[in-house]
């Protein structure tokens, strides 16, 4: 089909400038086109490189417009071909897709609620799925002792000197496969180095708010935690300075990048000064890195441990969030001789990641392939972060946007029900987040909630989050919505 949209695009280019808006402007295009049918049921769209060839746009524009479609239920994907006109029957149960296709996996544990805001997990639709199991299937013909073999305790060496060489092209981090630790995943990673270097009554500094399970495992090894707050514009560097001096921590755990709850990142200029303090007061950084790779604008500020010179930096990567949560592979960085203390201890617990793991995943990330799917998965998210903003909106709840992670942190305001009383009101109509105080080591910030994104699609987000808002405007005697008007259907 010729495609002929120049014209119409190029003349409405000329009120809209930005080119964030541009990809809502093609998106409406095809919306028309698809409404008076210019395709059929099951035809296949223009590929991503000859419309934007066509049109003279960038291919990440097209690209994002086609994931709108998506997400909206108007079109679908077939991998490795391209993008499909969705028919108007199979449209109608788009909003349950990502539930329904869950229930049926019976390789899926995690029960999923309906409107699940709680999880920071990306939703598993936008996973390479297909490229793992081609990997999966490859890795026995590549590897035929794969499952007769263990992993060094180590690591797989292959796959240390991969990511080696991505630390180092990406992130100024030049190490040897030696430096690095392959962990079942980031949060054994926080496990081994909490056991490794706190004794009970140590101190550690820890983020207020920050990740719920590091806060389990610090408090598990007997550490007296100090929360450091975290701003939209990082840390008060002279106040953590004091903190350093009176109490000598022996770590302080960081998620500086898209960090989990809120989505901030630290800035450039105090992550040099963060290594700098490390040092002098000699206490060690756990560098928490689990969502680098997922921003919207600019690329994020290379980690703290790259601005590190001797050693007191320790940096956990993991791919869980986009690539495979499944295989739980993520690596720790650190120089000899922590390395050897951090070995007895992976020893100890399981005497190395499963070898099988390893290589699918190494033969993932030897392929490139990661590089056009985190475009792909950056786009996805964007749309669905904005979505939810914009449903937000209708609420007097306040938050930061952040420019990559998975997450909206948001206050609520002081008149309305705490997060806690927000959460039994809602999860009543099968909505679901994170309350406050669950990221809090002190446990309070009772007027925060954590709504993740990244788990349930577009429309999903805006039923979820009309009728989140709603829940918070009920009286919880009457049952009546106080404000604005009834919410339809819900
Ligand atoms: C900051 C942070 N670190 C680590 C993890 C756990 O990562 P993994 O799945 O690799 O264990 C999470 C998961 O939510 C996280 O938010």
Redesign the pocket.
Known sequence: MNFNVNSQLHSSQRSIQPRQQLFRQVYDLLLEKLAKKEWREHEKLPSVRILAEELGIHRLTVLKAYQLLKETGRIYVKEKSGYYVLPEKQREGHIRTNVDAQRSDPSTERPVQPHSFSQ??VDPALLPNRYFSEYAKKVFDLYPKVLSTYSSVQGDEELRSVLCRLFAQTHQLHLTADDLLI????????DIIARAFVQRGDVVLIERP??H??ITIFEGCGARLIPVDIHPDGYDLPHLETLMRQHEPRMFYI?PTF???TGYTVPVQQRKLLAELAEQYQCLIAE?D??RDIYFGEAPPPPVASYDTDGWVIY?R????YAA?GL???AVCVQPPRMNLLLQYKYQMDNGAPLLNQKVFLLYLASERLTGHLEKLRIALEIRKKAMEEELRAADWTWESPQGG?SLWVRLPAEGPSAEELLRRSAEHGIVFSPGNVHDPMRELRDYIRLSYSFVNEAEIQVGIRRLVESANLSPTTGIVRSSERIPGS
């Open positions: 920071a997990l962990t079942t995943g980031a949060q054994q990673a926080i920050t990740y399970a590091a998620n960090h989990n709850p928490d689990s969502f956990i993991s791919f869980s969030k949560p739980r592979v993520a998975l």
